[in-house]
């Protein structure tokens, strides 16, 4: 079973940078090889919206529009981390932001906008832009 828990939260100002962090455990090294990685965000009373994926084996990465050139997917295998670097912070970027895990085997990257394609969710991490 994964397991997946973010930090890097926060408030800040409008125009601001903050980076997630999330840690997987409970998963072989193969099993993180193929994996991917994402993030995404829910706000009070919307729908959870993708935000970044990215395939840990060969570390291509897919963007949602709305954060595109903001910001940055990374992750670190040896530590099993996935990041979410973002700059030029908005308030409508204010959510609580997921970390979810799921298998390149099964689908493209681009399939994995689909929230119902990620077998695992960590617990969340809240994200306050003030204007």
């Known amino acids: 079973q994964v397991q997946l828990v973010e930090s890097g939260g926060g408030s800040v100002q409008a125009g601001g940078s903050l980076r997630l962090s999330c840690t997987a455990s409970?998963?072989?090294?193969?099993?993180?090889?193929?994996?991917?990685l994402g993030w995404f965000r829910q706000a009070p009373g919307k729908e959870r919206d993708w935000v970044a994926t990215?395939?840990?084996?060969?570390?291509?990465?897919d963007y949602a529009d709305s954060v595109k050139g903001r910001f940055t997917i990374s992750h670190d295998s040896a530590k099993s981390t996935v990041y979410l670097q973002m700059n030029s912070l908005k308030p409508e970027d204010t959510a609580m932001y997921y970390c979810?895990?799921?298998?390149?085997?099964?689908?493209?990257?681009?399939?994995?906008?689909?929230?119902?394609?990620?077998?695992?969710w960590g617990q969340g991490t809240q994200v306050n832009v003030s204007s």
């Open positions: 979810a895990a799921g298998d390149v085997r099964m689908y493209f990257i681009m399939t994995m906008r689909d929230v119902s394609k990620w077998n695992y």
């Open positions: 409970g998963a072989s090294g193969d099993t993180y090889s193929r994996s991917y």
């Open positions: 990215i395939n840990t084996r060969i570390s291509i990465t």
